[in-house]
């Protein structure tokens, strides 16, 4: 398996049919294998954590220039070591979720199609967490 932050090398492990845990994404995307699991960044706008949608439709959802996000008033949350080591955990012990709601809502923000076979899935310890939060409104 590959555990990492979006670069170019997590390229290589799905190459290699390797499973990856993909931590602190942002901007959000599904596309990549199928047994890949993810752990995006929140987008905050104030003191208010967006849904899904909010985040997709924010003017801020592909924007990777962190001084113009927080000229206007938004910020990203990185994945506490917690997050990250509770992920790990989903990945080693093999804890696969469903397609749950909160991905296939994840999915469809996104404009994602297709039967899944190239759609990461959440980590569920992080659905378990945040998903009411990415739900919240919905």
């Known amino acids: 398996f590959w555990i990492g932050n979006p670069n170019g090398t997590m390229l290589t492990a799905l190459v290699f049919g390797k499973q990856r845990l993909i931590t602190n994404q942002w901007y959000w995307n599904a596309r990549g294998g199928k047994n890949d699991i993810i752990v995006p960044k929140l987008l905050k706008h104030g003191d208010k954590f967006l849904n899904i949608y909010e985040t997709i439709n924010s003017k801020m959802s592909r924007q990777m220039n962190r001084k113009y996000m927080t000229s206007n ?48 899935h959440l980590s569920p310890s992080f659905i378990e967490k945040w998903g009411s939060v990415l739900l919240r409104g919905i």
Do not use: P, Y
Not at 83 to 90: F, G, N, P, V, Y
């Open 73 to 120: 008033g938004f910020d990203l949350r990185e994945n506490s070591a917690t997050e990250i080591l509770e992920a790990c955990k989903d990945l080693v012990l093999n804890k696969k979720s469903n397609l749950t709601e909160v991905d296939m809502h994840f999915r469809k923000s996104l404009n994602l199609q297709g039967n899944g076979s190239d759609l990461m």
